[in-house]
């Protein structure tokens, strides 16, 4: 299995607070995603990033901001959790950009995240 | 990115071939069949992916029928750890998103 941590593994959270949550790779790989995951959504794009300080927007981005200081960690911060933002979170990487059309994701376990 | 339809569930028993297959009649010639599959309260593994051609790796094997409508994925000997959900997903050269739908849910039995 890809080298994913993914922390914390569970989160309960208040409507209002801020929440970050962390992506660790041990892959060396340049791209990193970050995905939610509801019931009859599948899975969707929040933000990704194509290299240190790189990053953009995915299909689901308001109300997420992104970091990535450093190759093997890539933050994804709430900024204001709101009770919308209860789903299951996963971060994937990938060696090649997405796009390249020859690229794989890897996952990691996922977080689940409540806001009550 | 070409619309995909699959069953939304399957059985198999344990031991038997599973074949999943997955529509994708608006496919273009850039775009690649990928297959991915969930197993419960994990994230998402590749299995195996292609654009035109049969591929068989030491997970499984996709066929790509000629007109590359439609594909299937073939666990040859499947078991009960095999059991999950399975997503075809079809993706343009220059996409920068992989997106998932509702996937086949296979559930292999003894």
């Known amino acids: 299995d890809a080298g994913i941590t993914q922390s914390p593994r569970h989160k309960v959270t208040e409507t209002g607070t801020p929440v970050t949550l962390r992506c660790h790779q041990t892959?060396?790989?340049?791209?990193m995603y970050w995905y939610r995951q509801d019931p009859g959504h599948g899975l969707r794009l929040i933000h990704y990033?194509?290299?240190?300080?790189?990053?953009d927007k995915g299909e689901v981005s308001d109300g997420y901001s992104v970091s990535r200081s450093k190759t093997e960690d890539f933050l994804l911060t709430l900024e204001s959790a709101t009770s919308s933002q209860t789903s299951v979170y996963f971060c994937?990487?990938?060696?090649?950009?997405?796009?390249?059309?020859?690229?794989?994701?890897?996952f990691g376990s996922g977080t689940q995240l409540s806001v009550l | 990115d070409a619309k995909t339809t699959q069953p939304t569930s399957m059985d198999c028993a344990e031991g038997r071939a599973a074949n999943l297959p997955c529509n994708h009649s608006?496919?273009?010639?850039?775009?690649?069949v990928y297959w991915y599959r969930q197993i419960h309260s994990q994230g998402p593994q590749y299995i195996i992916h292609?654009?035109?051609n049969n591929e068989t790796n030491e997970m499984a094997s996709l066929i790509i029928t000629e007109d590359r409508k439609s594909s299937t994925l073939i666990l040859p000997h499947a078991t009960l750890r095999d059991t999950a959900v399975y997503y075809c997903?079809?993706?343009?050269?220059?996409?920068?998103?992989?997106?998932f739908g509702a996937g086949t849910r296979l559930t292999v039995k003894p």
């Open positions: 994937a990487i990938s060696e090649s950009r997405l796009g390249q059309g020859d690229e794989k994701l890897f």
């Open positions: 892959e060396n790989h340049r791209y």
């Open positions: 990033s194509y290299g240190v300080k790189d990053t």
């Open positions: 608006t496919i273009s010639g850039n775009e690649y």
């Open positions: 292609g654009l035109k």
């Open positions: 997903i079809v993706r343009r050269y220059n996409n920068n998103d992989m997106r």
